[in-house]
């Protein structure tokens, strides 16, 4: 059970609203931004709603970073083509960033001391999901087709899905985790056909055709997440 009201305080010549919310379950004062943008500041039941405003108050610097943080906080995030909603918070009870995915909402826990954006701590879980997922998937894809593969590894690039080497090397890049798993599916069996036909010519798109009948639909929709976070 939680209870909630709206109080300011001044930061640089300015009021800026602040919800403070008791909540019975809390075991620490917290503060976080909400999906809204707004600050918030958790207090256990028996804090003191003047303790919060001191730790606030004591904070001002960090308060001032989270502002300038909210824009980032604002942008789209996706990951298997789910677009996500960011919720942050901030607690003195984390030593490291706790991240979770629940349904559509991306939650980040982060040490009050924190300074680290959204944009990092959202690459850094683009990286670790597709260090366990998109090379699993490569690999099963590779071995259900006959596919003689050396070794996959991943990168992060800005103008390319993937890369397939004369040395049937496959290289995949890590922002495949914000597409769905189609399009997935799709880049990986891209480059498996490159081992067959190392070029973009008719025998090679027909190749594709084999694994991706509606491959020319998917390379369309791929043109999407070229463009989002």
């Known amino acids: ?66 502002k300038k943080l909210l824009k980032s906080d604002a942008d789209e995030y ?9 919720v942050r918070s901030f607690s003195e009870d984390v030593s490291d960033h706790e991240i979770r995915l629940r349904g559509d909402q991306f ?20 990286r670790h ?18 596919f003689e593969v050396e070794n996959f590894s991943l990168r992060k690039q800005k103008s390319r899905w993937g890369s397939c080497s004369s040395g049937k090397r496959i290289s995949l890049n890590v922002n495949l985790m914000k597409c769905p798993e189609n399009i997935i599916d799709y880049v990986i069996f891209h480059e498996l056909c490159h081992l067959r036909y190392m070029d973009h010519s008719e025998k090679f798109w027909n190749e594709v055709r084999k694994y991706v009948p509606d491959y020319r639909k998917l390379r369309r929709q791929l043109k999407f997440y070229a463009k989002v976070n």
């Open 107 to 126: 939650l980040i826990k982060s040490p009050v001391s924190s300074r680290m954006s959204v944009q990092s701590i959202y690459d850094g879980f683009i």
């Open 1 to 66: 059970m939680s209870t909630h009201h709206i109080t300011h305080f001044t930061l640089d010549g300015k009021e800026l609203p602040c919800r403070i919310r008791r909540s019975s379950r809390a075991k620490y004062i917290s503060l976080r931004i909400t999906p809204a943008g707004e600050l918030e500041l958790i207090l256990p039941g028996k804090v003191k709603p003047e303790d919060g405003l001191r730790l606030l108050e004591k904070n001002k610097e960090w308060v001032r970073a989270r």
């Open 78 to 86: 996706f990951y298997l083509g789910k677009k996500l909603t960011v």
């Open 129 to 146: 999901r597709a260090e366990r997922h998109l090379l699993q998937r490569a690999e099963q894809l590779a071995q259900m087709n006959s």
